[in-house]
């Protein structure tokens, strides 16, 4: 093990673990969403006589623009009235009955917190709502990370109420959002109802997980999220977007990493024509892990790693193996300033971090020379950056903080 390494990787107390196993157990086969409450945990519901099926959600999210997009249970004529105070003052319609609504808002104020309210109908349906616009320029930056997490168990409610009490500016999700098919019916129990009063105003990008390719190759899920696109073959399979002084890219781990394939080919000249600062990635398989239950995903280190490395990404998130994990800066496999732990100085390798402690039941996690710190936790990240310095930390459910590291760059 690495000098300063910390491991935690005992099994936190039974009941937990096992209560999330049997969680995810009972809900493949039922989907039933009564039993993932906690009387500790705010569990949001939909009134009964809503006629909203789900949401609303917020996406894309950037300095003047973003969409807010919702489902009725009947075709209704839908509207949305914004704007940066409480009497709104602003009203995007259609004229068509529909139940999918999805509405792009323009030529918003940057740095500003708009409220919003839907209309069915012309009624008012469901008000209280924000959502704030980036800041110009590089400013402040606050991103929660979390993978592995579509079960409504409670440990999923848990994890939630830690990054709502954050208050993130985005949610990067490392995949298997949905469990366990990935199936249409799937999504409101394990998504849409489990962070609806954070989807309202933080928007969430995520990539593919195998459990979500299990229906359709992912098609429900894709069609439910409002994510960017890529420009190779115009999906939201893999895509990337700026916000702030951070890249972030998604990538699709299921799909072909190989050299000369679509994916490949894009993210290098991605990568290749990124100026912002920090550079971060998110799949679903780890280049690094050593979990018991999968491990190492040698195709995705084996065809991806090199990118990384040769285009200086900063920060490899993946999820998985359903546990924490994080490496020490590394570079073709090998460790480098690995004496700055946990306070890196303009490290010259990459960050490999497991995040898949969303929710679903847990596995053992373990270590490796180039381990920093590992722990079979439900967890999420927050990290924080603000110009030439980066901060990751990891909180459990109940707020407590079980590792942390930074990077500075000169």
Same mark, same amino acid.
């Given at each position: 093990?690495?000098?300063?390494?910390?491991?935690?990787?005992?099994?936190?107390?039974?009941?937990?673990?096992?209560?999330?196993?049997?969680?995810?157990?009972?809900?493949?086969?039922?989907?039933?969403?009564?039993?993932?409450?906690r009387?500790?945990?705010?569990?949001?519901?939909?009134?009964?006589?809503?006629?909203l099926?789900?949401?609303?959600?917020?996406?894309?999210? @950037?300095?003047?623009?973003?969409?807010?997009?919702?489902? @009725?249970?009947?075709?209704?004529?839908?509207?949305v009235?914004?704007?940066?105070?409480?009497?709104y003052?602003?009203?995007?319609?259609?004229?068509?009955a529909?139940?999918?609504?999805?509405?792009?808002?323009?030529?918003?104020?940057?740095?500003?917190?708009?409220?919003?309210?839907?209309?069915?109908?012309?009624?008012?349906?469901?008000?209280?709502?924000?959502?704030?616009?980036?800041?110009?320029?590089?400013?402040?930056?606050?991103f929660?990370?979390?993978?592995?997490s579509?079960?409504?168990?409670?440990?999923?409610?848990?994890?939630?109420?830690?990054?709502?009490?954050?208050?993130?500016?985005?949610?990067?999700?490392?995949?298997?959002v949905?469990?366990?098919?990935?199936?249409?019916?799937?999504?409101?129990?394990?998504?849409?109802?489990?962070?609806?009063?954070?989807?309202?105003?933080i928007p969430?990008?995520?990539?593919?997980?195998?459990?979500?390719?299990?229906?359709?190759?992912?098609?429900?899920?894709?069609?439910?999220?409002?994510?960017?696109t890529?420009?190779?073959?115009?999906?939201?399979?893999?895509?990337?977007?700026?916000?702030?002084?951070?890249?972030f890219v998604?990538?699709?781990?299921?799909?072909?990493t190989?050299?000369?394939?679509?994916?490949?080919?894009?993210?290098?000249?991605?990568?290749?024509?990124?100026?912002?600062?920090?550079?971060?990635?998110?799949?679903?398989?780890?280049?690094?892990?050593?979990?018991a239950?999968?491990?190492?995903?040698?195709?995705?280190?084996?065809?991806?790693?090199?990118?990384?490395?040769?285009?200086?990404?900063?920060?490899?998130?993946?999820?998985?193996?359903?546990?924490?994990?994080?490496?020490l800066?590394?570079v073709?496999?090998?460790?480098?300033n690995?004496f700055?732990?946990?306070?890196?100085?303009?490290?010259?390798?990459?960050?490999?971090?497991?995040?898949?402690?969303?929710g679903?039941?847990l596995?053992?996690?373990?270590?490796?020379?180039?381990?920093?710190?590992?722990?079979?936790?439900?967890?999420?990240?927050?990290?924080?950056?603000?110009?030439?310095?980066?901060?990751?930390?990891?909180?459990?459910?109940?707020?407590?903080?079980i590792?942390r590291?930074?990077?500075?760059?000169?």
């Amino acid at each position: 093990m690495a000098t300063g390494m910390k491991s935690t990787a005992g099994a936190p107390p039974a009941g937990s673990i096992e209560l999330g196993r049997r969680q995810f157990l009972a809900l493949a086969a039922t989907s039933v969403i009564g039993a993932c409450s906690r009387d500790s945990v705010y569990h949001p519901t939909l009134a009964p006589n809503s006629l909203l099926a789900r949401g609303p959600q917020v996406a894309q999210i @950037s300095q003047t623009a973003g969409i807010v997009a919702w489902r @009725s249970k009947d075709p209704v004529v839908g509207s949305v009235e914004y704007g940066d105070s409480p009497a709104y003052g602003q009203e995007a319609a259609v004229a068509l009955a529909q139940t999918e609504h999805v509405f792009a808002l323009q030529g918003l104020t940057p740095g500003t917190r708009y409220h919003y309210r839907l209309k069915l109908d012309g009624q008012v349906e469901s008000e209280g709502h924000h959502f704030d616009t980036a800041a110009a320029g590089a400013a402040p930056l606050r991103f929660a990370v979390l993978g592995d997490s579509g079960v409504c168990s409670p440990d999923q409610m848990e994890v939630a109420q830690s990054i709502r009490n954050a208050t993130p500016d985005l949610v990067i999700h490392t995949g298997d959002v949905v469990y366990y098919f990935g199936a249409p019916d799937e999504l409101d129990p394990n998504y849409f109802l489990p962070y609806r009063t954070l989807i309202d105003r933080i928007p969430f990008y995520s990539c593919l997980g195998n459990h979500d390719v299990l229906t359709s190759n992912g098609a429900p899920l894709l069609g439910a999220l409002y994510m960017p696109t890529n420009s190779a073959d115009g999906s939201s399979r893999f895509y990337s977007f700026d916000r702030g002084d951070v890249h972030f890219v998604a990538l699709d781990s299921n799909q072909d990493t190989a050299p000369g394939s679509l994916q490949y080919l894009w993210l290098q000249a991605d990568l290749a024509a990124a100026t912002a600062r920090w550079t971060v990635v998110f799949a679903h398989h780890p280049p690094y892990s050593n979990a018991a239950e999968h491990g190492s995903d040698m195709t995705v280190r084996a065809n991806l790693v090199p990118l990384f490395d040769a285009y200086g990404v900063d920060l490899v998130f993946s999820g998985h193996d359903h546990n924490y994990e994080r490496s020490l800066p590394m570079v073709n496999g090998n460790v480098v300033n690995g004496f700055e732990e946990p306070d890196f100085m303009d490290p010259a390798g990459t960050i490999y971090l497991v995040t898949a402690g969303g929710g679903n039941f847990l596995y053992p996690s373990g270590a490796d020379t180039y381990t920093a710190f590992s722990d079979m936790c439900f967890h999420c990240l927050l990290v924080d950056v603000n110009a030439f310095r980066l901060t990751v930390e990891t909180v459990v459910p109940g707020g407590a903080v079980i590792d942390r590291f930074s990077i500075t760059k000169s």
